[in-house]
Structure formats: structure tokens, C-alpha cells
Nanobody
Framework: QVQLVESGGGLVQAGGSLRLSCLVSGRPLSSITMRWFRQAPGKEREFVASNTWSSGSTSYVDSVKGRFTISRDNAKNTVYLQMNSLKPEDTAVYYC?????????WGQGTQVTVSS
């Protein structure tokens, strides 16, 4: 049974930083491409960042490029999202995601609120 558990959200002022963590259990992280998504109130869930298991390559939505960094620690089975220079428009519930054998797994989400 694969489980994803996010942590690290909170309230921060604009310009501040947060680091989100996603602990993966039930499957070695080294074999999984991990993604972060977010969903703001009244909006659809959107892709934020990905980290490919095979090459380690990363991808970001344009709005976070240069500010957010996705990384992983396979030994800890944990993927991170370092968020710097946060803006009020980054306010959302952040979810980590894995697709394994055509099945989608999601964490419960962690709230990030950026005040102006």
C-alpha cells in the first residue's frame, strides 16, 4: 500500500520561504517520478513541479520557475519542495503525487498561506 504524507505548510509573509516534505511509504522512492500540485480556492488543481526518478530531471510551471526547487532524498523516501520568494498567489493546498502502475496516489495536502 503506497502512502504519501505531506508536511511543512503554514502561514508566511510575502517574500518568505517554506519547505514542504512528502514522505513516501510502501514503495522505494528511487523508482518513482514525483510531482507537486496545488489547488487554490475556486480553482482547478495545477501542476507545480516534477522530479523524474530515472534521470533526476526537473520541470516547473512557469509561475514558480526560479523560486521553487523540487528535490528528493531516496534514503529517506522523501521528496521536498523548497519555496522561496513566496507571493500571495502561491496560497493553496499543496499535494504530492505519484503514478505507479497506472494508478495515481495523492497525499492529503498541506495548506500554504502567503500574506501580503
Amino acid at each position: 500500500q503506497v502512502q504519501l504524507v505531506e508536511s511543512g505548510g503554514g502561514l508566511v509573509q510575502a517574500g518568505g520561504s517554506l519547505r514542504l516534505s512528502c514522505l513516501v511509504s510502501g514503495r522505494p522512492l528511487s523508482s518513482i517520478t514525483m510531482r507537486w500540485f496545488r489547488q487554490a480556492p475556486g480553482k482547478e488543481r495545477e501542476f507545480v513541479a516534477s522530479n523524474t526518478w530515472s534521470s533526476g530531471s526537473t520541470s516547473y510551471v512557469d509561475s514558480v520557475k526560479g523560486r521553487f526547487t523540487i528535490s528528493r532524498d531516496n534514503a529517506k523516501n522523501t521528496v521536498y519542495l523548497q519555496m522561496n520568494s513566496l507571493k500571495p498567489e502561491d496560497t493553496a493546498v499543496y499535494y504530492c503525487h505519484a503514478r505507479i502502475n497506472s494508478l495515481d496516489y495523492w497525499g492529503q495536502g498541506t495548506q500554504v498561506t502567503v500574506s501580503s
